[in-house]
Each structure stands twice: as C-alpha cells, then as structure tokens.
C-alpha cells in the first residue's frame, strides 16, 4: 500500500531543503501535499506559551502533515531536521488522486489510520506516571532504542529530561 502513496507523488516536483530549513509555518495556506524522499522533517506545534510540541517525525515514504489535506492552513511547523528531499504535489490533485481511485484510496485510508494510531499511542504513553512506564510503552510499539545521538529527541516524545531518561536506560543496563 505504501507504494500507492508515493504513485500519488510520481509526478511532483523534487526539492531539497537543508537542516532547519522551513517547509511550512503554522497558518501558512495548505497549496502542496509533500512526500518524504529522503531525510526527516519536524512537525512542532507551539502553545500559547511558545512551548514547541513535536507532533512528528516524518522520514522517508511518509506525507507531511496528512490533515493539512483537508484543512485551509497549516496548523503546525514543518522543519527539516537534516539535509532533506521532498516530493511536492498541489493539494487539489493530490486530492483528485486519493479520491479518484479505489487503491490510492485504500492506501491514503490506512496511512491516516496509522498516524492516529501513533498519535493516540503517544497521548497515552504522555499520560503514564513514571519515566519507566512510558519507556515500557514506547517500547512496546518499538523494536529498538533510537541511536545514541537521538536519545535525547525520545526523551522529549516521551515527555520527559534527557537526564530523566539516562538515568531510567543507566538503571536497565546495570
């Protein structure tokens, strides 16, 4: 079904962003759909208060912000987090396509099922007490810590300090 996602985007224009490079902003007009090719984009929300929340990691064969389709603008940022490439498409023919076949539909269907699967995983792994729930949850739905130099972006899904969360892995190694 993934490969149906990335038809969708067959014919759309390639564009490289460089780390920290702006996508989108929140309230910007949703005018493309975007597909990760290559890299990771961050999606972050700021309260009111200017606290970023990071919504998502979007790395390669995911669709940045998959309800900016059906929305007028942006409701988060969009931000590369290493040297990027995406695949950009209008919304309204990437529309035309998710609505206008049975398999391209079917995969749109499944990848919008699993980003709020994830996203109801994250909420309720946030809701846990202590640093060792929410590790044993995240883990749950994970084969594997993230590399050594991506601890700390656990740490912050997890809700948690870096030092929080070194010293719960300190505490399972020894």
């Known amino acids: 079904m993934p490969n149906a996602i990335a038809q969708i ?3 759309g224009r390639v564009q490289s962003f460089e780390p920290g ?4 902003r929140s309230g910007d007009p949703v005018r493309m759909m975007y597909l990760v090719t290559g890299g990771q984009i961050a999606l972050v929300r700021h309260t009111r208060a200017g ?5 998502a990691r ?3 064969g995911g669709v940045l912000a998959e309800a900016s ?3 007028a603008v942006y409701h988060c940022d969009g931000t590369a ?5 995406l695949r950009m498409l209008p919304v309204a023919r990437f529309l035309d396509h998710v609505h206008g076949a049975t398999g391209p539909a079917r995969a749109w269907a499944a990848q919008l099922a699993r980003a709020l699967q994830a996203a109801r995983m994250q909420s309720e792994i ?3 007490n202590t640093v060792a729930e929410r590790l044993d949850a995240w883990l749950s739905d994970n084969e594997a810590l993230p590399p050594r130099g991506q601890i700390q972006d ?3 899904s997890l809700g948690v300090t870096r030092e929080a969360l070194y010293r719960e892995l300190a505490r399972r190694r020894g």
Do not use: E, I, W
């Open 21 to 24: 490079q702006s996508v989108f």
């Open 58 to 60: 979007v790395g390669p």
């Open 126 to 128: 946030r809701s846990l």
């Open 69 to 71: 389709a059906y929305s």
């Open 9 to 11: 985007f067959r014919t």
């Open 154 to 156: 656990l740490a912050h």
């Open 51 to 55: 606290t970023p929340l990071m919504l």
């Open 81 to 85: 987090r290493g040297r990027s490439q």
